[in-house]
């Protein structure tokens, strides 16, 4: 079964420094969405993928986190410099229509703790 | 804007036995979609069920239903015959066509042998 893959599992760095997440959504699935998981909460959206193009970007920190999808299928997540508030899960997700629905089918995340 | 209010921090069930996790939410969308998610402790989230705000009839999925409840914009989770894999938190999230799901505050469940 196709899985949305995601990479590092795991990120501990110092705050200041620069990192970056990546992630490989299931094949031909057009729309892409990250989110941000503070523990103990429910996701919140950061920004939205339709093939290389933001469709959402209202709730992301633009002064410190980019986003791309250069040619509409990988897309990479990078925080700089990171804070230690920016310490949360990172989730991706990926969706395609089936009739109609655009169910969001998610990735392990990656933990990021800011030091 | 939408927001959801899953009033059950914590829940818990006997194994066998049957659950219900309540959710409300609030959207000015006509057309929407509702969906159960659960995250086990490992934190991928899964998918439990859907629902289409324009159907009437609820959504069944092997052991998981819901009551849906449109005009009270009510969407509650059923899991019957309770099993030790079902303990996980779950999140109840609208959502309006291929945008974002909002997610409410999530129900952690316990499942006892």
């Known amino acids: 079964e196709a899985e949305v893959a995601q990479s590092p599992r795991y990120k501990i760095t110092e705050k200041s420094q620069a990192v970056a997440f990546w992630c490989d959504p299931i094949?031909?699935?057009?729309?892409l969405y990250w989110y941000r998981q503070i523990l103990g909460q429910g996701p919140e959206l950061l920004v939205q993928?339709?093939?290389?193009?933001?469709?959402?970007d209202s709730q992301l920190p633009k002064d410190r986190f980019s986003a791309e999808r250069l040619k509409g299928v990988d897309s990479t997540l990078k925080i700089q410099p990171a804070e230690l508030g920016d310490s949360a899960m990172y989730l991706c997700?990926?969706?395609?229509?089936?009739?109609?629905?655009?169910?969001?089918?998610f990735g392990p995340g990656t933990r990021l703790t800011v030091l | 804007a939408q927001t959801v209010t899953q009033s059950q921090p914590e829940m818990s069930v006997q194994e066998a036995e049957t659950v219900t996790l309540s959710c409300t939410y609030d959207?000015?969308?006509?057309?929407?979609?509702l969906f159960w998610y659960k995250q086990p402790p490992s934190r991928q989230m899964i998918l439990v069920i859907r629902?289409?705000?324009?159907?009437?009839q609820n959504a069944t999925e092997n052991r998981f239903s819901v009551n849906f409840q449109k005009a009270a914009k009510s969407f509650s989770l059923k899991i019957s015959d309770s099993q030790l894999g079902d303990a996980a938190m779950y999140f109840c999230?609208?959502?309006?066509?291929?945008?974002?799901?909002?997610f409410g505050q999530g129900t952690i469940l316990t499942v006892h042998p």
């Open positions: 997700a990926s969706s395609f229509p089936d009739r109609g629905i655009y169910t969001q089918y």
């Open positions: 094949s031909g699935h057009a729309t």
């Open positions: 993928f339709q093939d290389e193009s933001v469709v959402d």
């Open positions: 959207t000015s969308e006509s057309d929407y979609y």
């Open positions: 629902q289409e705000a324009y159907k009437q």
């Open positions: 999230a609208p959502q309006r066509s291929y945008g974002k799901l909002t």
